[in-house]
């Protein structure tokens, strides 16, 4: 019902900045969260960063916390990830995920409803 297209993503050298976009649609409802987990390649899906529509809070992993930020443009649907200072150890497919009801805590843990296609990221030393 509800269709998570993510954009953006692509090679960078580190130290680099990329700008990750995901835009939803299909239904009538919003969100009530939208963020970013990553995979990298033999490993676990790990959360990134969330934003809470309503009041526009933000929550980070550790790992990017001071690099990463996530903002949201109601207008268009659409939540933007702003990756700084970017690391050869962010090189992961990263997607975009939605949750009508919860908390920025169960988001993290994966408690999503839908899930995006997901993009690459390369950082290259």
């Known amino acids: 019902q509800v269709q998570l297209v993510e954009s953006g993503g692509g090679p960078v050298q580190a130290g680099g900045s990329l700008r990750l976009s995901c835009t939803a649609s299909?239904?009538?409802?919003?969100?009530?969260?939208m963020g970013w987990f990553r995979q990298a390649p033999g490993k676990e899906r790990e959360f990134v960063a969330s934003f809470l529509w309503s009041g526009s809070g933000t929550y980070f992993s550790e790992h990017v916390k001071g690099r990463f930020t996530i903002s949201g443009n109601n207008a268009r649907n659409t939540v933007y990830l702003q990756m700084n200072s970017l690391k050869p150890e962010d090189t992961a497919v990263y997607y975009c995920?939605?949750?009508?009801?919860?908390?920025?805590?169960?988001?993290?843990?994966?408690?999503?409803?839908?899930w995006g296609q997901g993009t690459q990221v390369t950082v290259s030393s």
């Open positions: 995920a939605s949750v009508l009801g919860g908390s920025m805590w169960t988001f993290s843990r994966g408690r999503v409803d839908y």
């Open positions: 299909g239904s009538t409802f919003s969100s009530e969260i």
